[in-house]
C-alpha cells in the first residue's frame, strides 16, 4: 500500500536523520573545516559526507550486509583502512594544532573545494559502520520486496539529509563570533578533536 511505503520513507528519514545529528568524527570534521578555513570548504565537506551516504545507503540496498557478514575478512579491511585514514587525519590535526591561522575575513587558509570534498567523501567511506547501519535501517523498515524507484530514492534522501544537516553545522560554525572563539582556543581544540579523531579510529579497527 502508498500509505506503508510512505510511512516507511517518513520513519527511516527520521532515523538518517538521529544518526546525522549524533556527535562522531563527521561533526568533528565539518566543525572545524567551517571554523578554520571557510563556509564554502566546510560545505563541501558536508557534500563529500552527503554523497558518501548515497553510496553507503545504495550499497546496503543491494545487499551489502550480507556480503560483509559472508565474508568477514572484507568487513575487518575496511574496518582497518578505516580507523587508519582517521588516525591518518588525527595526526594531521594534532602536528598543525599549535600553527596559528592567518584569518582574512570569512575564511582562514582555504582547502579548495575538491580537497574540502574529498577529504569528506573519503572519511564518509572510510567508515564501514554506515553502511551496516543503514542496512540495519532498511532490513527493520523495508518489506523485502520494495519498489524500484525506491533504490534511487532512499540513497537521495540519505545524500539531502547528510548534507542538509551538516550544511547547517557548517554555516553556523563559519559566522564570525564562533570563528573568533575557534582561533582563540584552537590548539586546545585541535588537540582535543585530534585526540577523539585518534580514539575513533582506534575503535573502529579494534571493534569486532
Known sequence: MLSETVL??????????????????SFILVARTAVA????????VALGMGVGCFVFALLALLGLQSLLLA???LYGTLKLLGGAYLIYLAFNMLRGANRPLNVD???G???G???????GLLTQLGNPNTAIVFASVFAALLSHAIAPWMYVALPLIALAVDVAWYAFVA???????????YLHFKAWFDRLS????ALLGIKLMLSR
Open 8 to 25: 516507511s520513507i517518513i520513519s527511516i528519514t527520521g532515523a538518517i536523520a538521529l544518526g546525522a545529528m549524533s556527535p562522531g568524527q
Open 37 to 44: 578555513s571557510s563556509r564554502g570548504d566546510g560545505m563541501a
Open 71 to 73: 565474508l568477514p575478512w
Open 105 to 107: 575575513g570569512v575564511g
Open 109 to 111: 587558509q582555504p582547502l
Open 113 to 119: 573545494w575538491r580537497k574540502a570534498f574529498t577529504t
Open 171 to 181: 554555516f553556523v560554525l563559519s559566522s564570525p563570533r564562533p570563528r573568533r572563539i
Open 194 to 197: 585530534g585526540g577523539v579523531l
